[in-house]
């Protein structure tokens, strides 16, 4: 008598998961298709972008889950990056310099908790990325408060 209430225990038991596994399939049918155009929406900065006074290309990379950007194109294409807080760094060029920093996906056509790099003034400010449209990404750079910032769009180039 023990061995089969033991036995209906269990019966009981792997009929309850079952029903809440198909409960949780039919409530999520498109789970891995949602998480496949999460990735994708979150891949759609990369690419080559020109900033709004068109004197430079980023091309935005990702990296370890991570967004970045570094400068492939400028009109002053010999231009050290003599303002930066960093000694070491002033001699080297700004083509092929990383830029954007740390972005993260926000679910919402936002990257944010990153940081952007002025090399016309040598300072860093916190950063977040908006797309706007596929071809068109507003680039938001503050210090402290989000209000402080100023916002530059980017449009998508080859």
């Not at 998480?35 to 929406?41: E, G």
């Not at 068109?54 to 009109?75: A, C, N, P, R």
């Not at 797309?131 to 530059?152: C, P």
Request: hydrophobic share 35%; glycine share 6%; with cysteine.
């Amino acid at each position: 008598m023990k061995k089969l209430l033991i036995l209906c225990t269990i019966l009981l038991w792997m009929g309850a998961l079952q029903a809440q596994n198909m409960a949780n399939a039919s409530a999520y049918p498109n789970a891995p298709e949602e998480r496949l155009n999460t990735i994708k929406a979150a891949d759609a900065i990369i690419g080559k972008w020109l900033t709004n006074d068109k004197s430079v290309k980023v091309h935005i990379f990702k990296h370890k889950g991570k967004y970045y950007g570094k400068l492939v194109w400028g009109q002053e294409k010999n231009r050290k990056d003599t303002l930066n807080p960093d000694e070491k760094l002033r001699s080297r060029y700004l083509l092929n310099a990383v830029i954007l920093h740390n972005f993260v996906y926000d679910n919402d056509g936002t990257w944010s908790d990153g940081t952007i790099y002025d090399p016309k003034s040598g300072k860093t400010y916190s950063s977040y990325l908006s797309l706007q449209t596929r071809n068109t990404l507003e680039v938001r750079g503050y210090m402290g408060i989000n209000i402080l910032g100023k916002t530059s769009t980017w449009s998508r180039t080859k």
